[in-house]
């Protein structure tokens, strides 16, 4: 079959060839945890796995999991119309917005999901997405799946590495880690997405440019590079530097939500080894969801996260 990819892959061949080297030898597990910085197209690359599982042709020879537009599979799977694959995200609440985390009742139906047999006789597909906005009553559920898997089941869990991924689940699951885009690699994405000036916004996407959208304002830039700055100048920033950190962090709601993710990301992958950077993590995490449950203006939450890493990286 030939015509346009649907989902073209920016990256991550090696990622990808190692889940075509477990299928082709036989040895597919039926969970994998899809892992790495936002922006750097894990739900695409689960998209693809999926599509490809479900039957999609390739529409090059040269990328197996690269279905064109016109695949009747790949047009189910864009569609969300596709009877065997099920894309678990954060629901819309009453008030129009995103609900702070994957409700519990969602995974119990992603788990009625796979409790019954595959409508056209292949797989039956989950996709995550993503670990990082689950509660613990949402983990413990997904838990059933992942011990007692149903055959022909297969489970994609996307991870932003903003949380630490939990034993009990890793120890369920294969890994398949992605990286942030190389500089051609995220220009070659940023043009497909026909985005302006994209040599100028590739240096600003640091090889993730699904972030591309929410990093072309001034202050979500500003932001942004303040929480650089204040992590590089840790454990001992000067006065000046907290200070325009917590300015431009408190700019808006997208200036904030860039800053905590920043910090969040970078305290999250020394959580992987370190309980105590682990306990920081979470500090910071209730930190966030205070603010978004307004209970906390955006000025008051960054001071506390900027004072809480600062506290925190003096005593690790």
């Given at each position: 079959?030939?015509?346009e990819?649907?989902?073209p892959?920016?990256g991550?061949?090696?990622?990808?060839?190692?889940?075509?080297?477990?299928?082709?030898?036989?040895r597919?597990?039926?969970?994998?945890?899809?892992e790495?910085?936002s922006?750097?197209?894990?739900?695409?690359?689960?998209?693809?796995?999926?599509?490809?599982?479900?039957?999609a042709?390739?529409a090059?020879?040269g990328d197996r999991?690269g279905?064109?537009?016109?695949d009747?599979?790949?047009?189910?799977?864009?569609?969300?119309?596709?009877?065997?694959?099920?894309?678990?995200?954060?629901a819309?609440?009453d008030?129009?917005?995103?609900?702070q985390?994957?409700a519990?009742?969602?995974?119990?139906?992603?788990?009625?999901?796979?409790s019954?047999?595959p409508?056209?006789g292949?797989?039956?597909?989950?996709i995550l997405?993503?670990?990082?906005?689950?509660?613990?009553?949402?983990?413990?559920?997904?838990?059933?799946?992942?011990?007692?898997?149903?055959?022909?089941?297969?489970?994609?869990?996307?991870?932003?590495?903003t949380?630490?991924?939990l034993?009990?689940?890793?120890s369920?699951?294969?890994?398949?880690?992605?990286?942030?885009?190389?500089?051609?690699?995220?220009?070659?994405a940023?043009?497909?997405?026909?985005v302006e000036?994209?040599?100028q916004?590739?240096?600003l996407?640091?090889g993730?440019?699904?972030?591309?959208?929410?990093?072309?304002?001034?202050?979500?830039?500003?932001?942004?590079?303040?929480?650089?700055?204040?992590?590089?100048a840790l454990?001992?920033?000067?006065?000046?530097?907290?200070?325009t950190?917590?300015?431009?962090?408190?700019?808006d709601?997208a200036a904030?939500?860039?800053f905590?993710e920043?910090?969040?990301?970078?305290?999250?992958?020394?959580?992987?080894a370190?309980p105590?950077?682990?306990?920081?993590?979470?500090?910071?995490?209730n930190?966030?969801?205070?603010?978004?449950n307004?209970?906390?203006?955006?000025?008051?939450?960054?001071s506390?996260?900027?004072?809480?890493?600062?506290?925190?990286t003096?005593?690790?």
């Open positions: 079959m030939s015509g990819i649907a989902l892959m920016f991550h061949k090696a990622a990808q060839d190692k889940f075509l080297k477990a299928m082709d030898g036989g597919l597990h039926h969970a994998w945890i899809i790495g910085p922006g750097i197209g894990k739900a695409r690359f689960a998209l693809r796995l999926a599509a490809m599982l479900l039957g042709k390739p090059d020879e999991a279905a064109a537009t016109s009747p599979v790949m047009q189910k799977v864009l569609s969300s119309g596709h009877p065997d694959l099920k894309h678990v995200q954060r819309v609440g008030n129009g917005k995103l609900k985390d994957i519990v009742d969602q995974i119990r139906e992603l788990n009625q999901f796979f019954l047999k409508a056209l292949g797989w039956r597909i989950g997405d993503s670990l990082d906005e689950m509660n613990a009553n949402g983990r413990n559920a997904l838990l059933k799946t992942l011990e007692e898997p149903p055959p022909r089941a297969m489970l994609f869990l996307i991870s932003h590495a949380v630490p991924v034993a009990t689940i890793r369920r699951c294969q890994s398949l880690r992605l990286t942030s885009l190389s500089k051609e690699e995220t220009l070659q940023l043009q497909a997405q026909e000036s994209p040599q916004v590739a240096d996407v640091a993730r440019p699904g972030r591309a959208e929410a990093l072309t304002g001034p202050k979500v830039l500003a932001a942004s590079h303040a929480a650089r700055s204040f992590l590089k454990p001992k920033p000067a006065d000046a530097v907290l200070s950190t917590i300015q431009a962090a408190a700019e709601e904030f939500g860039v905590a920043e910090l969040m990301s970078w305290v999250s992958e020394k959580a992987e370190s105590a950077w682990a306990d920081i993590w979470f500090q910071l995490h930190i966030v969801a205070s603010q978004r307004l209970h906390m203006t955006p000025v008051q939450a960054a506390k996260l900027v004072s809480t890493l600062q506290t925190g003096g005593k690790v």
